[in-house]
């Protein structure tokens, strides 16, 4: 159990356009997922946080209109970059939490690269 | 702000034993996870200790110390497989908020035959 994917899991997409990820946990009811971002030999940043049916909590430095999150469900949260450039180029992982536990489970991971 | 420091490299050999170390200066500190990733994939479950003192699970083994801000993640019986990276992270309980993790910078573990 306790299964959580992502989609797409490899994205090109040229400089000003936008792309949208898909986080879904597929056994479970997350009431929290959380977006990170990863650059290359580096930690896991962690850019939001999302509660279903509310706005994302972002960290500080992060655009919130430009990575925009949607946690429509308790089971599907979405992360549009827009207006992507390559600095945006990045591994982009979700996790999702049950209420009642401390764990993350988390997403395999988008790989984003904008040219 | 929040912390934490790990080595950023530590190779062994196969069979042998291996300790990293993490020492955290945090606000609202709740536990310490240990997760493993390989290259290119997601971050993996090890462990978690909210309490001090040592949880073992299999060849893995980690350590909490809340006094010293310090933990451990012990792995024996080291294979080839157990390569990749290892992160400590930080669970905070800010007030009002879900719980977040906040990571270390990784541990390149390399097991050499």
């Known amino acids: 159990g306790a299964v959580v994917s992502q989609h797409p899991s490899r994205v090109i997409c040229k400089s000003g356009t936008s792309v949208k990820i898909e986080c879904r946990s597929l056994?479970?009811?997350?009431?929290?997922m959380f977006w990170y971002r990863q650059f290359p030999k580096q930690s896991l940043m962690l850019m939001a946080t999302?509660?279903?049916?509310?706005?994302?909590?972002?960290e500080q430095g992060v655009e919130k209109d430009k990575f925009l999150i949607n946690h429509a469900s308790l089971t599907l949260s979405t992360l549009t970059v827009t207006s992507a450039h390559p600095e945006d180029s990045s591994f982009y992982i979700c996790?999702?939490?049950?209420?009642?536990?401390?764990?993350?489970?988390f997403g395999p991971g988008t790989r984003l690269t904008v040219t | 702000g929040q912390s934490l420091e790990q080595p950023s490299e530590v190779t062994a050999v196969e069979g042998a034993i291996v300790q990293i170390n993490c020492t955290y200066q945090t606000s609202g500190f709740y536990g310490l996870s240990w997760y493993q990733q390989h290259d290119g994939g997601a971050p993996t479950f090890l462990s978690y200790?909210?309490?001090?003192g040592l949880e073992e699970t299999g060849r893995f083994s980690s350590f909490l110390s809340r006094s010293d801000s310090y933990g451990y993640l012990l792995l024996q019986e080291l294979q080839m497989k157990d390569s990749a990276s290892y992160f400590c992270?930080?669970?905070?309980?800010?007030?009002?908020?879900?719980?977040?993790?906040?990571f270390g910078s990784g541990t390149q573990l390399t097991v050499l035959p």
């Open positions: 996790s999702a939490r049950r209420a009642e536990f401390y764990e993350q489970y």
């Open positions: 999302s509660n279903e049916g509310s706005k994302a909590t972002y």
């Open positions: 056994d479970f009811q997350a009431t929290t």
């Open positions: 200790n909210a309490l001090d």
């Open positions: 992270a930080v669970t905070l309980l800010p007030p009002g908020s879900a719980r977040q993790l906040t």
